[in-house]
């Protein structure tokens, strides 16, 4: 897809906007993109800037197809999904979202990224900031010591839980000196063997047949929750003062709940989750706004208005059951700020910088913007297979002196077949399997 991209540099409208984005204009907006067109944009400004992105969108179908069109662009796409905060006592809840959320935070820490696309209420949801990751990140490298002198505590306190048998992420074993770990931002789990405290070995292994697969020299063991405190007696000190301070008609309810979970902090233990203790945790709470900027990320939003509207709605339903939870004295006053909210983002998009693709241009703009781009931008259908049809449709753009490149597949016997084809029907048809760049008044098929 290299040819695609370099094709976007022969238009001024393009340049323009990556100068503006290189000398730090931005935000900007860019109109006439349909949806395949923004992904094409995103991928070309990338490889041009040597910058990586942060896509935020409104809804799960788009973040998906943005996913599958980066990929197919050449890009190493990763997906942010949102999770279900626990801030309800219970016993057990599920952690798959919370494990997905940090692999892809992990990754963007580590830099190993091209493209981050996110519905815009997972970008907003607080979570632990990118320092603290970086801090609680365990290095694992075969022939060396460990870093810690208990590696089982050092795993428990970066959010790991100890089981018999690992079955999914977040997850240990130990069995005399061998650890098996299943980090979130790791394909497979990991076994290690320890002689002393040397790692003597290293690999990744198969759940099902507990056979190691690939030997690996080093590994970085990522937290596996994104609410954890570095000190869970100061955490219980600050819960009791926070109760203390309690006033109104729930407070014994919501007094009885945090010198419950103060009690078994003190003791040792822990509660079953530590969301609800967000704003006690972390003085502040990161997004994922700040990884794109520690990362030095390229900000993109498609269609602002339905963004901000399902922010909107986003945080309703938050609020929502945050009074609820008060109600029931599951939350206090001080334990109720999980999100941005809309003036939040905004502040983050003015000062951040971002590139809005929004279908048409709008009256009034709530984000200040330094400029306005229009792309003249079709999407045609998919090809029905008519050889007449894309014989019309090539001449309607030949005629308009316009490069055309026609993809057809990964078998390069139907990308021949189909120029043999296109000449006869006197259509100045290339095969060119690798070309450099399109080449106007003729069509390329790759």
Known sequence: MNILCKGLSKLATFNSLCNDISAGRIPVTVTGLAHIHKTHFISAICK????????????????????????????????????????????????????????????????????????????????????????????????????????????????????????????????????????ADCPAPVRLELWGDIVDTLNYYDILSQRRTTPLEEVYISPAAEVMPDDAYALALRIEELASNLKGKNAAAAREHLLADAARLKGGGRPAFFDKYIPLIYDRPATLFDYAQQSGALIFVSEMSGVRERLRTALWQHNEDVKLLLSEGELCRGLTEFMLDPVGVQAKLEKHGCVIFDTFAHTSQEIKVYSLYNVNAVQLPVWSGSLDLIVEDLNFLLERGIACIVLAGEESKNAEALASDLVKRNIPGLYAPSPESPVKNHVLII
């Not at 279900?84 to 935070?105: F, H, I, K, P, T």
């Not at 022939?143 to 208990?150: K, Q």
């Open 48 to 183: 041009t800037l040597n910058r990586r992105a942060v896509m935020l969108v409104a809804d799960e179908s788009e973040a998906a197809r943005i996913c599958e069109d980066a990929a197919a662009f050449g890009l190493h796409p990763l997906l942010l999904p949102a999770r279900d905060l626990s801030l309800r006592s219970m016993e057990s809840a599920s952690r798959e979202y919370e494990q997905q959320r940090l692999g892809v935070l992990a990754k963007m820490a580590a830099g190993d990224y091209d493209i981050v696309v996110s519905v815009i209420d997972a970008a907003v949801q607080f979570t632990l900031p990118p320092n603290t990751l970086t801090e609680r990140t365990l290095k694992l490298k075969s022939g060396l010591p460990l870093e810690v002198s208990d590696l089982a505590a050092a795993l428990i306190k970066a959010g790991y839980e100890r089981c018999e048998q690992v079955e999914g992420a977040g997850q240990f074993a130990k069995r005399g000196g061998i650890y098996d770990v299943f980090p």
